[in-house]
């Protein structure tokens, strides 16, 4: 356990080396921190100051007030907490389903592979936006239906992923190994395979994070995702977009935090992917320099 | 493709068979046949008189605790996330017995018995020299208390100084547990220090096998004349030894050898009768070895 906590802090500061990388990973940690504590900031995401709807930026309301005179700043930091647990739950739920499909496909191969794969591809030809619809209309509208809408359209990356490096893995001395040891099918894929292949399935559970957020937000914003009062940073896009005349600053904040945590992750995912295979320490060859 | 066709081969307890041939031509797969790993389609794979091929999955399981197999290159048949110690370990936590066979007391034993100190254990594969790995896969092997370890080409990625030091270990520790070895090999000085026995295997069969000193110092097939006549020499007429022997030609495609005797196309005694005949493996007379040749004999 040593070695491995010393590699992720290797990792880590290589990561946090590049600075694109570092100013992500600071903007996700104050993120995840005021999204955690959101309830002791003394900030109430649903109380109504029906006086005040709809105003600009006050001493009172920083970032103005909605329809309902709720402070926006409130709805959006409670709102992050909204978007992040969902997109964590989701990512999290397609790696849970997708991994395991993919390790059996690509450890088995035959007609294993072929039906599981020909599923996926199924998955993977259909729009997460048109699924996820589909599925919403099935499980009814609540905050776990958009985390299972938005984690099902995410199975197909991860089982990708995993048949990959079932594949790449499988035919390796340590894995042959372990079989004539006579370890069991499950033991080779999950104890032997798995662990050796937990640096790209990271990396697609990062990237794979924003994909999940845009998503949850894109449900939001139609009307379908997380249901009201419960805030939620598509719902305030979608809201804010009705009074864009008469307050233009209300779609302002979430739309920021929507974008600014996308991009975040994805630039995080990127140099995670990257210091991972170890292009880090490559100098690039003159020629490539834009 | 039939990569192996017609082995037959014994080791007894205590024994060391070299296993002996150019690369591709099915060591490797013999080696692994016999461990269950590629699937055989025919013949008979006896391990202390019991057949175990076409074993169910868990009666080879309980065969596999007692053969155990040593990789060539001890830099891939190392799981990289596990430390050494557990590495040497999971053969007894896949069979559940770390606790019966003595846990901890047992792998520092282990560790012990293959010249490395257990106080290793935590650290990664990575850590170590290719002769240390080679040591922690041998100890690995050994984890089970096997009765016969198929050795896989086990020094021929290592350093000549340290392949020494690997074949050394590998006397003492069957000396001391009575191992049978399958010393798979294409270093016939090596397969000559380690050997009791050697099987010269050309084209997925053996075409010749004899106790040790006969093999060397009279091989009759003609394939293993021209192996023994390419091993290097210090000085060729003071070692008392023949031309060197070059065989013509490349070795044929495995999957459509020649007709009759494999070896034909290439053999400087070859006739008629050797393209169109396979020769049976037999003994050869007035010798004590077994060969597959229709002009079995001393030099060209």
Redesign the interface.
Same mark, same amino acid.
């Given at each position: 356990m040593?070695?491995?906590l010393e590699a992720a802090t290797h990792i880590a500061a290589r990561v946090a080396a590049r600075p694109a990388a570092l100013a992500a990973l600071v903007f996700l940690g104050a993120l995840t921190l005021l999204a955690t504590f959101a309830g002791a900031l003394g900030l109430d995401p649903l109380e109504q100051d029906i006086v005040r709807m709809l105003e600009g930026p006050s001493r009172d309301y920083p970032f103005g007030t909605d329809e309902l005179g709720r402070d926006i700043l409130a709805r959006v930091i409670f709102g992050a907490r909204t978007s992040l647990a969902t997109a964590a739950g989701a990512v999290l739920l397609a790696a849970a389903i997708g991994v395991p499909i993919g390790l059996v496909a690509g450890f088995f191969g035959g007609w294993r592979d072929a039906v599981l794969m020909r599923v996926v591809d199924l998955l993977l030809a259909l729009p997460g936006i048109m699924m996820a619809l589909a599925l919403i209309a099935v499980l009814g509208r609540s905050q776990a239906a958009a985390l299972v809408a938005v984690g099902i359209t995410g199975v197909p990356t991860f089982a990708r992923v995993a048949r990959a490096q079932v594949l790449s893995l499988r035919r390796?001395? @340590?894995v042959?190994?372990?079989?004539? @040891?006579?370890?069991t099918s499950s033991?080779s894929m999950f104890r032997?395979i798995l662990?050796?292949s937990w640096s790209p399935i990271l990396t697609q559970m990062v990237v794979l994070s924003s994909v999940a957020i845009l998503l949850e937000a894109a449900l939001s914003f139609l009307g379908v995702g997380i249901p009201p009062p419960t805030p939620s940073w598509g719902e305030m896009l979608r809201t804010g977009k009705e009074y864009l005349h008469d307050a233009p600053t209300f779609a302002v904040l979430p739309g920021l935090a929507l974008t600014l945590t996308i991009l975040a992750f994805d630039t995080l995912g990127r140099a995670l992917s990257t210091v991972l295979e170890g292009r880090d320490t490559v100098v690039p060859a003159r020629g490539n320099q834009p | 493709m039939r990569a192996v066709d017609g082995v037959s081969l014994r080791v007894a307890r205590g024994e060391t068979l070299g296993l002996v041939g150019e690369s591709g031509c099915g060591k490797t797969t013999t080696g692994r046949a016999i %461990?269950g790993?590629v699937a055989s389609t025919g013949g008979s794979i006896r391990f202390d008189g019991q057949e175990i091929r076409g074993l169910s999955r868990n009666d %080879? !399981?309980g065969v =596999? =605790?007692r053969m155990?197999?040593v990789?060539?290159?001890p830099y891939? +048949?190392?799981?990289? %996330?596990l +430390?050494v110690g557990d590495a040497i370990a999971?053969?007894l936590r896949?069979?559940g017995l770390y606790d019966e066979m003595g846990g901890d007391r047992w792998i520092a034993q282990l560790f012990d018995m293959v010249g490395l100190s257990s106080s290793v254990a935590? =650290? !990664?594969p990575r850590e170590f020299s290719g002769g240390q790995k080679q040591r922690i896969g041998i100890a =690995?092997a050994l984890s089970?208390k096997p009765g016969l370890l198929i050795l896989d080409e086990p020094v021929a990625s290592l350093d000549v100084s340290i392949q020494a030091q690997i074949v050394n270990l590998l006397q003492d520790l069957q000396r001391e547990l009575s191992l049978a070895y399958l010393f798979i090999a294409h270093d016939l000085s090596v397969v000559k220090h380690i050997s009791d026995r050697v099987a010269v295997m050309y084209l997925g069969r053996i075409v010749e096998e004899a106790g040790k000193s006969d093999l060397y110092a009279a091989p009759t097939h003609p394939y293993t004349q021209a192996l023994l006549s390419a091993v290097p020499v210090v000085d060729a007429a003071t070692q008392g030894r023949g031309p060197r022997i070059v065989l013509q030609g490349e070795i044929p495609n495995p999957s459509a050898p020649p007709s009759g005797c494999h070896f034909h196309p290439r053999c400087f005694r070859a006739t008629e009768r050797c393209s169109v005949e396979a020769p049976a493996f037999g003994l050869v007379a007035g010798t004590r070895t077994e060969a597959a040749c229709h002009h079995p004999g001393p030099g060209p």
């Open positions: 040593i070695g491995s390796r001395d @340590f042959t190994a372990v079989e004539a @040891f006579g370890a033991y032997t662990p050796n | %461990m790993l %080879m !399981r =596999r =605790r155990q197999y990789f060539q290159d891939s +048949s190392l799981n990289p %996330m +430390s999971e053969p896949i069979h935590h =650290r !990664r =690995r089970l």
